[in-house]
């Protein structure tokens, strides 16, 4: 298939990794930040390819994974009213609050829906007037377009019975609070390339300069991942700290204009806890005061979200890359995809999810 297949030809995989082991002089951690980019390394065995002193470690980059348990148990209650509909995509549906998930609350007489498109929920609102239609508004940067269009629209058209929970996220802020960690033992990142699609990658080049931490742009597949670590491997050892792209067939610095400015017509940044880093400014999408009436926690009152519980899931400890998922204690035994602990276990682009289904036998 073009543009898929030789881009996991296994010479070429083997002769960037040959390259990367005959750069590297000295001991590197690397981060990648998207979960994407976790699976693509964990399923073929990229890391594996790697000298030993040259570590992968993964980040916070997976929006399912990084929505707190706060959040979740407002949607659980939002859910659970007998007036609404409650829309979310497929990966939220068994994330767990401090009590059960979206699935418990539908096998209890709950109207849970999933859509794969916050457009979809837009219409349900429209065929069903006499409801209250809420979406579940997760994700990064990559999806909060399409969030922006769905609200605009229901503006245009006067749906009043939809809102959104909204927990959309941005990456910038997020990797300058790791960076910024007294325990910081990151070198340089592989920045999410779908990301970068829609904003484009001038937010990392102040971030690059200020921590002396090369950011490359890549893909998700295992020439574009190798690609990305070389990259990041010969500015490290050169002394140099820039942001680069190895993501060029998808990715232009200034991104989609078009999306971003969707974006800043309906969102602007907020304050937001991020599973394993709690607070973090302007790391959130929150609506504009002209769009509040869309806004959920608003129109059903609900109350601030609180601390999440303490348990035995360590998810916020492996989002920030100080734990490997099989390090632990519950993985693959109290902690499995059927009983999940934490949204690592869940998401399609968490990484528990990707070492129980790829490397069990890691430990």
Request: glycine fraction near 8%; hydrophobic fraction near 40%; include cysteine.
């Amino acid at each position: 298939m073009k543009y898929l297949d030789e881009y996991r030809d296994a010479a070429s995989v083997k002769a960037l990794a040959d390259a990367i082991a005959g750069r590297q002089t000295r001991p590197w951690t690397l981060m990648e930040v998207c979960g994407g980019q976790t699976h693509s390394i964990v399923k073929h065995g990229l890391d594996r390819l790697l000298p030993p002193s040259l570590s992968l470690i993964h980040g916070p980059g997976c929006p399912v994974c990084v929505t707190p348990e706060t959040i979740i148990d407002q949607a659980l209650e939002l859910a659970a009213r007998p007036d609404v509909i409650f829309c979310s995509f497929g990966d939220m549906l068994r994330v767990p609050g401090s009590q059960h998930d979206l699935l418990t609350v539908k096998a209890r007489g709950g109207d849970v829906r999933m859509v794969y498109s916050p457009l979809d929920a837009l219409n349900l609102a429209r065929e069903n007037p006499e409801r209250q239609v809420v979406f579940f508004a997760v994700g990064f940067e990559t999806t909060a377009p399409t969030t922006a269009m769905a609200v605009l629209q229901a503006q245009r058209f006067g749906v009043r019975n939809f809102s959104l929970l909204v927990a959309h996220v941005r990456v910038p802020p997020a990797v300058e609070t790791l960076l910024s960690a007294p325990d910081n033992r990151v070198n340089g990142l592989l920045a999410a390339g779908h990301v970068c699609a829609v904003m484009g990658y001038t937010e990392y080049e102040p971030i690059a300069a200020r921590f002396r931490a090369p950011i490359v742009v890549t893909g998700f597949e295992p020439l574009d991942i190798l690609s990305g670590v070389l990259n990041c491997v010969e500015q490290l050892e050169e002394g140099r700290a820039e942001v680069e792209n190895r993501y060029g067939r998808a990715v232009t610095r200034e991104g989609n204009r078009p999306a971003q400015a969707l974006m800043d017509q309906v969102f602007e940044p907020v304050t937001l806890s991020w599973r394993g880093l709690d607070a973090i400014a302007d790391s959130g999408l929150g609506l504009r005061p002209e769009f509040a009436e869309f806004d959920a926690v608003r129109r059903f009152e609900l109350s601030a979200p609180g601390t999440a519980s303490a348990g035995p899931c360590r998810s916020g400890d492996v989002l920030t890359g100080r734990l490997k998922p099989f390090e632990c204690p519950a993985f693959g035994t109290a902690c499995t995809p059927e009983h999940p602990l934490g949204a690592t276990m869940v998401s399609s682009e968490g990484a528990c999810a990707a070492y129980y289904r790829y490397r069990r036998d890691a430990a």
